[in-house]
């Protein structure tokens, strides 16, 4: 946790086909009830359910923030949440939604939403870590206020690649490129997570606009989590078996050529920092990756 036209036909590895792994198939056909779908995991009690558990929010003030993660881990699928962030001014704080894995050499999928003066927009901060290191961020603007109502906020992960999604449009597609030696996230299986906790020394403007304390509490809220993905056990049937079922299941999906353009629209538009771009930060060459024409 922190920050198009293919040129390489990328195939999933018949390899990880061979992946051994424990876990059973799942599928979420409905929102998830927060009592029985999460943990709150910190913040003395700032972290809350409503509504017979349709609801929750987190809360930060100047003594504590607050995080909840997931009952489950998953390998693999299609993760949803609806968020509505922090209203007016939210500058220095940061509300983080993500899926990590346990372990000093984590996998992570990340999302931070990096709050800002009254009027102006939020960033959204995206990275992808393997074995403990990430350095791959890419950061965007939205196309409507993420304040004012809930938005669906999704990740897509299977063997083949990592989509982020914002109300179904794609923001960020990740591909597994192993075979360039691009580390991938695809043996560990992961909790979802979320945390509303002060970044005030980097996260608006590099540290230099400050949380105003008298507009807190700050508040969060969550609803209709949903996730149509492999939860990890310790039975005997393979996420990776599953996903052979159906071309269509999110283990094996793909960005249609629709949603490759949805793709570019955004990155075109939206996106305010790509790695791939920032030669400043990798004096010695860019990431394999970024050499590709269709880069992560």
Sequence with gaps: MASAA???CYKIPAVLMLVHLIVAFMTAASAGNFYESIDNTWGDG???IFRNGELLTLSLDKASGSGFQSKNEYLFGMINMQIKL???NSAG??????LRSEGSSWDEIDYEFLGNQSGDPYIVHTNVYSQGKGDREQQFYLWFDPTADFHTYSILWNPGLIVFYVDGVPIREFKNLESIGVPYPKNKPMR???SLWNADDWATRGGLIKTDWTQAPFTASYRNFNANACVWSFTT???ISNSKSSNRAPHSR??????QEKLKWVQRNYMIYDYCTDTKRFPQGLPPECTLANKS
Excluded: M, N, Q
């Design 46 to 48: 700032r972290a809350k």
């Design 254 to 259: 793909e960005l249609d050529s629709a949603s």
């Design 6 to 8: 293919c040129l390489l």
């Design 86 to 88: 922090v209203p007016g």
């Design 93 to 98: 704080t940061v509300t983080a939604y993500y």
């Design 192 to 194: 979802i997570h979320s």
């Design 237 to 239: 049937s393979s996420c």
